[in-house]
């Protein structure tokens, strides 16, 4: 098997292990469902493209997170092209996803509201820890900080969290702007 | 309200519905071929984009890379001889519509590394040079922003010439194009997509590429008007918010005005900062500053100098009102990695790190 072979394996491995992760990962961070496909490619494009950088598995997964991170903050800022690649997952993304506002659960656009009011690195450390499930030395790879720096935030993510969902949650139906939700500073 | 029913609240805001993934009818397959189709070469990794390069840059909090940029800057000795003649002459309106007035000096080792750089001007009115980093390395960034359309500038060294053009070709068909009467080609990355690669000089090639929406006419009309200029006409050519060795005392001043200064702390140094945007610059005077008290906390701890223990404790928390940090925050993490290293130290929690976290030398 030549070398070139293996690594191409290794890539589509790589890649079916990883898709739907970082495909959830962008969709849940971007406004418009289609753009996560922008993400998701440019993100295993420089993974193809420094595939030598990539490290062994098991800690492959955390490494595109962090790749997607930068992609991520370079979308928010208008600064990710639309490339050559991935239009035909835009257009299935975009077929794929009809979202009724109505349908959505108040308790759970509050918390989302809640979130966007958190600092970048707060809600980081929160989303990474419940969305993507990963622990605090994982999410510690991916943000680039020590594993005590992600549990000390945590905890403060926590209590700035509960400062800003508890009122709003007091009385059930309690109507909130559902606009909040995505919040520019996301990308910072 | 207990962590545990806040942690099912959050979990339960996930906005991802799983189900997404039974409907993409093998887009993640096409996907996956596209990018298996398009050419590995490591050197063409970095995206040519100035603002992904300045984020990661903006990120050094938190790398080794702060502390490999600040050696290399570091590593050349200054002798600040001042330079008669000053400013030189603007080549036009547009990008260099320069703050700065009157005479000005440059050190020598500043208008070596200007003469090493491109000093690459787009000639035109309404482009203004938003982004600086990387001037006093042999590897750089210039961004011209005119409204939506932006223009990067990406300088390599002359090495990774043949890599990266490698890699272009893959792009599209190259078109011999000339800027300022020098060869280059250029890519079509899509209709509204371009980049120019100049041919090596003075040790260094250059990729002009684009950023918004441009037509294939616009992107010849303004690289008809990118021109080379010397290294004083190009320094006097970045805007008041671009921080040029000239403008480093002044920005200096601003900066430290409500920081306080650890001992020891040269001022007069950080003319070797070569030139930077607004927040790089932050970063590397706060990280002087906060490395040099990190220093005599720890020298103080271990000569049992209390006095001298509070100061530095003090001035590290101080960090928190340090009014260039808060301009900073909106712009990238370096305020929350000083901060959160600061507190460490000064609560005597942790000192692991801090030199990779803050840059220190």
């Given at each position: 098997?030549?070398?070139?072979?293996?690594?191409?394996?290794?890539?589509?491995?790589?890649?079916?292990?990883?898709?739907?992760?970082l495909?959830?990962?962008a969709?849940?961070?971007?406004?418009?469902?289609?753009?996560?496909?922008?993400v998701v490619a440019e993100t295993f494009l420089v993974a193809?493209?420094?595939?030598?950088?990539?490290?062994?598995?098991?800690?492959?997964?955390?490494?595109l997170?962090?790749v997607a991170?930068?992609v991520l903050?370079?979308?928010?800022?208008?600064?990710?092209?639309?490339?050559?690649?991935?239009?035909?997952?835009?257009?299935?993304?975009?077929?794929?996803?009809?979202?009724?506002?109505?349908?959505?659960?108040?308790?759970?656009?509050?918390?989302?509201?809640?979130?966007?009011?958190?600092?970048?690195?707060?809600?980081?450390?929160?989303?990474?820890?419940?969305?993507?499930?990963?622990?605090?030395?994982?999410?510690?790879?991916?943000?680039?900080?020590?594993?005590?720096?992600?549990?000390?935030?945590?905890?403060?993510?926590?209590?700035?969290?509960?400062?800003?969902?508890?009122?709003?949650?007091?009385?059930?139906?309690?109507?909130?702007?559902?606009?909040?939700?995505?919040?520019?500073?996301?990308?910072? | 309200?207990?962590?545990?029913?806040?942690?099912?609240?959050?979990?339960?805001?996930?906005?991802?519905?799983?189900?997404?993934?039974?409907?993409?009818?093998?887009?993640?397959?096409?996907?996956?071929?596209?990018?298996?189709?398009?050419?590995?070469?490591?050197?063409?990794?970095?995206?040519?984009?100035?603002?992904?390069?300045?984020?990661?840059?903006?990120?050094?909090?938190?790398?080794?890379?702060?502390?490999?940029?600040?050696?290399?800057?570091?590593?050349?000795?200054?002798?600040?001889?001042?330079?008669?003649?000053?400013?030189?002459?603007?080549?036009?309106?547009?990008?260099?519509?320069?703050?700065?007035?009157?005479?000005?000096?440059?050190?020598?080792?500043?208008?070596?590394?200007?003469?090493?750089?491109?000093?690459?001007?787009?000639?035109?009115?309404?482009?203004?040079?938003?982004?600086?980093?990387?001037?006093?390395?042999?590897?750089?960034?210039?961004?011209?922003?005119?409204?939506?359309?932006?223009?990067?500038?990406?300088?390599?060294?002359?090495?990774?010439?043949?890599?990266?053009?490698?890699?272009?070709?893959?792009?599209?068909?190259?078109?011999?194009?000339?800027?300022?009467?020098?060869?280059?080609?250029?890519?079509?990355?899509?209709?509204?997509?371009?980049?120019?690669?100049?041919?090596?000089?003075?040790?260094?090639?250059?990729?002009?590429?684009?950023?918004?929406?441009?037509?294939?006419?616009?992107?010849?009309?303004?690289?008809?008007?990118?021109?080379?200029?010397?290294?004083?006409?190009?320094?006097?050519?970045?805007?008041?918010?671009?921080?040029?060795?000239?403008?480093?005392?002044?920005?200096?001043?601003?900066?430290?005005?409500?920081?306080?200064?650890?001992?020891?702390?040269?001022?007069?140094?950080?003319?070797?900062?070569?030139?930077?945007?607004?927040?790089?610059?932050?970063?590397?005077?706060?990280?002087?500053?906060?490395?040099?008290?990190?220093?005599?906390?720890?020298?103080?701890?271990?000569?049992?100098?209390?006095?001298?223990?509070?100061?530095?404790?003090?001035?590290?928390?101080?960090?928190?009102?340090?009014?260039?940090?808060?301009?900073?925050?909106?712009?990238?993490?370096?305020?929350?990695?000083?901060?959160?290293?600061?507190?460490?130290?000064?609560?005597?929690?942790?000192?692991?790190?801090?030199?990779?976290?803050?840059?220190?030398?």
């Amino acid at each position: 098997m030549s070398s070139g072979t293996e690594h191409e394996d290794r890539f589509r491995r790589v890649y079916a292990a990883n898709f739907e992760p970082l495909l959830a990962y962008a969709m849940r961070r971007v406004e418009q469902p289609e753009d996560a496909a922008d993400v998701v490619a440019e993100t295993f494009l420089v993974a193809w493209r420094r595939s030598r950088e990539m490290p062994p598995e098991p800690e492959v997964r955390l490494w595109l997170h962090g790749v997607a991170r930068r992609v991520l903050a370079n979308h928010h800022r208008g600064g990710l092209r639309r490339g050559r690649l991935g239009e035909r997952l835009r257009q299935r993304l975009r077929a794929a996803v009809t979202v009724d506002p109505g349908s959505e659960v108040p308790e759970r656009l509050t918390m989302q509201a809640a979130l966007a009011r958190l600092g970048e690195l707060d809600r980081e450390v929160l989303t990474l820890t419940f969305w993507e499930g990963l622990e605090p030395r994982e999410v510690a790879t991916v943000l680039h900080v020590s594993p005590a720096a992600v549990r000390t935030r945590l905890s403060r993510a926590r209590a700035r969290l509960r400062d800003l969902v508890g009122d709003d949650l007091g009385p059930p139906g309690h109507v909130l702007d559902v606009m909040a939700a995505q919040a520019p500073e996301e990308g910072r | 309200m207990t962590d545990e029913h806040l942690d099912r609240m959050v979990r339960d805001a996930d906005p991802y519905r799983p189900d997404v993934i039974t409907h993409l009818d093998g887009a993640a397959q096409t996907l996956l071929e596209e990018i298996m189709s398009t050419p590995t070469l490591e050197p063409a990794a970095e995206p040519p984009g100035t603002q992904s390069r300045r984020r990661v840059v903006s990120r050094l909090a938190s790398a080794s890379v702060a502390a490999a940029v600040l050696a290399v800057v570091l590593g050349v000795s200054v002798v600040n001889s001042d330079q008669p003649g000053g400013g030189g002459a603007s080549p036009g309106t547009g990008a260099t519509s320069s703050g700065a007035t009157g005479p000005v000096s440059y050190s020598a080792m500043v208008l070596k590394a200007a003469e090493e750089s491109p000093r690459l001007l787009i000639d035109q009115p309404g482009w203004k040079a938003t982004t600086v980093y990387g001037f006093a390395e042999e590897e750089g960034t210039i961004a011209f922003r005119n409204e939506e359309r932006e223009l990067a500038m990406n300088w390599y060294p002359a090495g990774q010439y043949d890599g990266y053009r490698q890699d272009r070709l893959h792009v599209s068909k190259p078109e011999p194009v000339k800027v300022d009467g020098w060869a280059g080609e250029l890519f079509r990355y899509s209709a509204s997509d371009f980049a120019v690669m100049l041919r090596p000089r003075d040790g260094s090639f250059v990729e002009l590429r684009t950023g918004g929406d441009w037509t294939r006419d616009e992107f010849d009309r303004v690289l008809a008007h990118v021109v080379r200029v010397d290294a004083r006409t190009w320094l006097a050519a970045l805007p008041a918010e671009i921080v040029t060795p000239g403008r480093v005392d002044e920005q200096a001043a601003k900066v430290l005005a409500d920081v306080p200064l650890p001992p020891g702390f040269d001022a007069a140094a950080l003319g070797t900062l070569g030139t930077n945007d607004a927040y790089q610059f932050g970063a590397r005077v706060t990280s002087r500053v906060g490395c040099g008290w990190i220093a005599e906390w720890l020298r103080a701890k271990q000569a049992g100098d209390d006095a001298a223990l509070k100061r530095a404790g003090d001035a590290l928390r101080s960090s928190h009102s340090w009014k260039v940090l808060h301009q900073m925050n909106d712009e990238g993490d370096w305020p929350e990695v000083f901060w959160e290293t600061a507190d460490k130290v000064a609560a005597g929690e942790s000192f692991a790190g801090y030199r990779d976290a803050l840059g220190c030398e």
